[in-house]
């Protein structure tokens, strides 16, 4: 059984700073792609960024500079660092693993979710 299990999210000023984890049960991080999304209200789930097989790297344009994505194998954890947090960055995050470890810029290549975790940057 695959579980995913997100925590981190909460309320932070613009500027700030957010760690999210994602515990993974079930599958091994360093042989599948895992991903973040965010989710806006009545908007689709987007792109944040992933970390493949192969550790290669992607980022949204969005998020490039800001946001650090990194995996640590021995906890089986994918964890996404935020740092200078904007209010439009105000969203449900998402982890997502994808067995194939593609391109996994898309919601359609992710096999597994976990449950999302809000975050909320104030003004």
């Known amino acids: 059984q695959v579980q995913l299990v997100e925590s981190g999210g909460g309320l932070v000023q613009a500027g700030g700073s957010l760690r999210l984890s994602c515990v993974v049960s079930?599958?091994?991080?360093?042989?599948?792609?895992m991903g973040w999304f965010r989710q806006f209200p009545g908007k689709e789930r987007e792109f944040v960024a992933v970390?493949?097989?192969?550790?290669?790297?992607t980022y949204a344009d969005s998020v490039k500079g800001r946001f650090t994505i990194s995996r640590d194998n021995a906890k089986n954890t994918v964890d996404l660092q935020m740092n200078s947090l904007m209010p439009e960055d105000t969203a449900v995050y998402f982890c997502?693993?994808?067995?194939?470890?593609?391109?996994?810029?898309?919601?359609?290549?992710?096999?597994?979710w976990g449950q999302g975790t809000q975050v909320t940057v104030s003004s």
């Open positions: 997502g693993l994808d067995e194939m470890s593609g391109t996994s810029r898309v919601r359609m290549d992710y096999d597994y």
């Open positions: 079930g599958r091994t991080v360093s042989r599948v792609a």
């Open positions: 970390i493949r097989r192969s550790g290669s790297i």
